[in-house]
């Protein structure tokens, strides 16, 4: 697409292969989209919580730019960060990408918070045309949260979403803390977990594997996690789910956790089967305290965090 002749008040960034929920989520919320550009939904109205969108630019601007000169000092001259979206022009936008200052690269060694320099974003829409948002709603260039993997330790790739979801929280479990698990085999979420220290019972239907069981501070308890109640157990500092299952059961469970006012953070993959549930997150989202992101390390899935309200203690 290259002629836009409407205002853009947000733009949307889908992962790839969800355009299709996002998009749908947008209608949900009422928010008009008068196209596509590559994988970014522009937008007539103001910013809305699109919780399927990987990123989300809440102040869009567009601008006519005669040269590749010209759009670099544009957007130098309004900020220091930018991340580039490329979709079009590539050789073009190239150029104007050498001429900003360069946004630290390097992946993120967990556990770290995200970053929280102001981090603006910018794509060409066409040869002459920039478009471009000094705020956005995610902290990595483009949504996306690169880390240092270990590939030795964990025996799945899941642990990078539940990274993911603490460094943008800024807090993680600390040694000695009580973390009930829900779903853990074989063991991504219980490796981590253990990793930094802190106190886990595992539960699942198959075994973690076995150098995970074996790691200190964890705890297997093989059976069903839906059966267990939060009375069975001691109360705790956090509630993590990697269950599978539908998601109005997975927020049964969750509301049984929270209103036993017997746990201080909860974490939940939502899993969705499509059609999508919307109705389900937009219950997940009602929960006071409580938030619903797709991250870059999600597949057709939510990541549900909530803190206790008036409980939030930030890692020093
Ligand atoms: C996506 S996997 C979890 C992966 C794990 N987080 C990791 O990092 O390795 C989902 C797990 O949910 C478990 N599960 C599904 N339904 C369950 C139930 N009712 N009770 C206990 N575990 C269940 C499955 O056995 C499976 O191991």
Redesign the pocket.
Known sequence: MTGIDHPVRAAYLAHAGQEAVLAEELGRLGVAVSGWHGLLALSPDPPADARWALDRWLDPEIAPIASIGEAASLLRGRQRNWSHLPLLHHRRSALIADRLPPVKAAPLHFPAAAPTAPLGAWTLLSPDRLLFSTRKSSPFPNGECRLVENRTG??????LK?WETLALLAEWPRPGERCL????????????LASLGASVTA????PLASAVAAMPGVEMRQ?????LRPEDVEPLDWL?S????YPDRLLDMARTWIDSGRVRRLIC?V?FQRPTAHEVSERFASIPGGTLRHGSHNGHELMFVWCRPGDSVPHG
């Open positions: 964990p025996p799945s790739r899941a642990y539940l698990e829900l779903g853990a085999s074989p063991g991504g979420w219980t490796w981590a539960v699942d239907r198959s059976g069903n996690a839906f059966t993590f990697d269950v599978i299952a993959t899993k």
